[in-house]
């Protein structure tokens, strides 16, 4: 019997005063050979809510187009911004519906419309709400920084300084992670994007 080898990532989110900030490293590892050096988890869904991913690459591409394309039919019904937490639920849906054989991601989406939010779900589509969270192998690593250093109303400097500081933590000690960190920043004003060389 041959073992299956879930791939490994680190992916973190994080509320601040004024938006969300969401990172991810670059590495994808099967078992001890390392795929890719160079791989996006981390996804800007509307213009106000992103997702960062762990887990299987295709299942989280696949997830991705659909919920950005479920977003765009939602928001032409509402005429308005398709708020985070409704983002989170279709997501849920869809995972839930796969239960039997579930898309193999762990996923935190991140947003705002009124105010900052965050969710964290599993690879079955609970939605668990948090100011803060970290997935994947590295997530023991990232929640050890974020839990000491993570405060309630940061300034975006301080949020997407806590986001780097704690994926390269991870970095440091899971070996599936590396290679660089994508970070995405949301705010009222739209999103930000840039990787950070480690």
């Known amino acids: 019997m041959t073992a299956m080898y879930m791939p490994g990532a680190t992916a973190v989110g994080i509320t601040f005063d004024g938006g969300v900030v969401l ?3 670059k590495r ?9 050096k160079n791989t996006k988890k981390t996804y800007s ?3 106000k809510v992103g997702a960062t991913i762990a887990g299987l690459v295709a299942d989280m591409q696949i997830l991705v187009l659909q ?5 765009k039919i939602r928001k032409m019904e509402l005429k308005r911004d ?12 869809l995972m839930y519906e796969r239960r039997f054989f579930p898309l193999l991601t762990q996923v935190i ?15 079955l589509g609970s939605v668990l709400p948090d100011d803060y969270a970290a997935v994947g192998t590295g997530a023991e690593m990232a929640l050890g920084i ?14 997407v300084d806590l986001a780097i500081k704690s994926v ?15 970070v995405l920043i949301i705010t009222k004003d739209g999103t930000k994007e840039f990787t950070e060389k480690l």
Do not use: H
Request: hydrophobic share 40%; proline share 7%.
């Open 23 to 25: 990172a991810s490293e």
């Open 28 to 36: 994808i590892a099967y078992g001890n050979f390392l795929v890719s």
């Open 45 to 47: 869904l509307t213009d």
């Open 67 to 71: 919920i950005k394309a479920l977003t």
């Open 82 to 93: 398709v708020p985070p937490n409704s983002v989170a639920k279709m997501m849920s849906n």
């Open 109 to 123: 989406v991140g947003g705002l419309v009124d105010k900052p939010a965050i969710y964290t779900l599993d690879p």
């Open 146 to 159: 974020l839990d000491q250093q993570y405060k309630p109303a940061m300034k975006e400097k301080e949020a």
């Open 168 to 182: 390269k933590a991870a970095t440091m000690r899971d070996s599936f992670s590396g290679d660089g960190i994508d």
